[in-house]
């Protein structure tokens, strides 16, 4: 049988089932949080050795100027090689407390908003190390109706029960046993990743892979899929490829300008040019404009031509208890 240009999207109960799913990557927590509670530098990938105050002692290394100016080539090129054990594992326990340290600023982030965008249908899937995430999800927990969170680099926000299957958040106890928590692992840069070993990082990746296979909106938030992670980024389009929805579905990248001609080009071949969008502020897409209805809003225009009013965009809120207040009047019947 020909396969049919594209699908329509899910509807049931007047509900629309389908997700939107959140890729986010570095960009993202720079954007949210320059700098955390504590005024700790949030560093992009690339300098993470920088903000360690890592830079002269690796200089001292022989390393070239290009291993020296980007964490994730002067990682790849060490990993595994005898001679750099030490350093390996030093700079694995220096990036490890390094990101369990950082704390979000009490006010509300980008990522609490991120957050609150969403419902549980859909899902965040999270490259990002730091655990502004969790912190924010957790502190919107009471809220209720949350997207579903991915990690499949690992999280130092995560902590993992092996006997029970659970995952939860860090330095936790397990609710079934009762255990402490352990540490997730945290994937580093290099070359070649295993994302099918059987652990933690396979049903990460099962995970983001199964929602993006039904997604009828996808948006790359600070995401650039280096190509230290060129599996990741080729399991991410063949995933969304099943979806079968691209010529109607939205497809948003937020980052930055200087980066958009490479970007346009990095994902092309999964997105739809007519239903593209690219910015460098979140504040300019579907997610802000119409909190957790945000597909839906859409589908109602192009699909049944039936616009909605845009009465209830988010705008800046001096506290979380004004944010979660806002977002609980988007009703259920708005959703439907």
Same mark, same amino acid.
């Given at each position: ?38 005024? =700790?530098?949030?560093?992009?990938? *690339?300098?993470?050795?920088?903000? /360690?105050? $890592?830079? @002269?002692?690796?200089?001292? &290394? ?27 594992? =030093?700079?694995?326990?220096?990036? *490890?407390?390094?990101?369990?340290? /950082?704390? $979000?600023? @009490?006010?509300?982030?980008? &990522? ?225």
């Amino acid at each position: 049988m020909e396969k049919e240009p594209y699908r329509l999207p899910l509807i049931k109960d007047r509900r629309l089932q389908d997700p939107h799913v959140v890729i986010l990557g570095a960009g993202a927590s720079k954007a949210s949080c320059p700098r955390d509670k504590n005024g =700790k530098e949030v560093p992009l990938l *690339r300098d993470i050795h920088k903000a /360690l105050g $890592l830079y @002269d002692e690796l200089k001292g &290394y022989g390393f070239s100027d290009a291993e020296l100016d980007n964490f994730e080539m002067l990682f790849s090129n060490i990993n595994g090689k005898v001679e750099y054990a030490a350093l390996q594992r =030093k700079l694995e326990t220096a990036v *490890r407390e390094y990101f369990q340290e /950082l704390r $979000l600023p @009490d006010k509300p982030t980008l &990522y609490d908003y991120l957050i609150l965008s969403l419902t549980e249908k859909d899902a965040i899937v999270s490259f990002n190390w730091d655990p502004f995430l969790t912190q924010a999800y957790r502190r919107n927990i009471d809220v209720g109706n949350l997207p579903q969170l991915f990690f499949p680099h690992g999280n130092t926000g995560v902590g993992l029960c092996y006997s029970c299957h659970v995952k939860g958040y860090a330095n936790c106890l397990c609710p079934r046993c009762f255990s402490p928590l352990t540490d997730m692992k945290l994937l580093y840069p290099i070359g070649k990743k295993n994302y099918t070993d059987g652990d933690i990082i396979q049903n990460e990746w099962s995970g983001a892979r199964s929602y993006l296979n039904h997604a009828a909106g996808v948006t790359i938030f600070g995401y650039s899929a280096p190509e230290t992670d060129a599996e990741a980024y080729n399991l991410l389009k063949s995933s969304y490829k099943e979806s079968n929805i691209s010529p109607i579905a939205p497809f948003t990248i937020i980052n930055l300008r200087t980066n958009e001609d490479e970007q346009r080009k990095k994902w092309a071949e999964i997105y739809d040019r007519q239903m593209l969008k690219y910015t460098d502020d979140i504040r300019e897409t579907i997610l802000w404009q119409w909190p957790r209805v945000s597909l839906e809003t859409l589908f109602d225009a192009i699909l049944q031509q039936r616009p909605r009013d845009n009465q209830k965009s988010f705008r800046e809120f001096d506290s979380l208890e004004q944010l979660q207040g806002f977002i609980k009047t988007i009703t259920e019947f708005e959703m439907a």
